[in-house]
């Protein structure tokens, strides 16, 4: 799951972006509030964790900002401000969680994961379709009940088809999706670990349109 994240103190931010990416995220990193609303108009998230003492643009103007224009996608306060007022002041914008600093990262990973679950109108923690299920947090797999070895990103791949079951994903949004900024892309990535999946899920369970992209059927 690709998440932005907005912060400033370059010392937290890099602690954030490995530990988040060594727990199975993909995060984009912005240091300023001016670019996070770029950011947020331009590209496709599935969670925001957005410090409030910016520059340029502060946290709360960020958020106002990307409410006003339609944005839906979850958003994540972390800051070191405790006040209640600033916490109501938080949700009254559109915040979904609001986090106080430190933090835990494998609490924040659960709360991400949460929040994008319920953003995709899932209840469980765990994701199924016929004999597939997934559970993202813990980053495991099962087909028939039986464990499968899925590296990070075959796992990551398999998870937004399944939330999206039903809708077609082309390459590029898969793409978006795996890659932050700056990492390099083979043409071919993605059919490579379709191909992955294929021959671990079974060979039906991915779907192939031939010209615009892959997907799995909602079950009934």
Do not use: C
């Amino acid at each position: 799951m690709r998440v932005l994240l907005v912060e400033d103190d370059t010392l937290l931010g890099d602690g954030i972006q490995k530990s988040l990416g060594h727990l199975g995220f993909t995060v984009d990193w912005l240091r300023d509030g001016r670019q996070a609303v770029h950011a947020l108009a331009s590209e496709t998230y599935a969670a925001v964790v957005l410090d409030l003492g910016l520059p340029q643009l502060d946290g709360l103007t960020v958020l106002r900002s990307a409410r006003e224009t339609g944005l839906q996608t979850p958003v994540l306060i972390l800051t070191a401000r405790d006040e209640k007022s600033d916490k109501l002041k938080g949700f009254s914008l559109g915040a979904d969680d609001y986090v106080v600093k430190p933090v835990d990262m494998e609490e924040l990973a659960a709360r991400l994961h949460a929040l994008i679950r319920r953003s995709g109108g899932h209840a469980t923690a765990r994701l199924g379709i016929g004999a597939i299920e997934i559970d993202p947090a813990a980053h495991q797999a099962w087909r028939e009940g039986q464990p499968v070895e899925l590296s990070a990103r075959e796992f990551a791949i398999l998870e937004l088809l399944m939330r999206n079951a039903g809708r077609v994903l082309t390459r590029m949004q898969l793409e978006e999706s795996l890659y932050g900024w700056g990492d390099s892309v083979e043409s071919n990535t993605i059919e490579v670990f379709i191909h992955h999946l294929r021959k671990k899920l079974g060979a039906d369970f991915i779907r192939t349109l031939r010209g615009i992209g892959y997907s799995v059927e909602r079950q009934a």
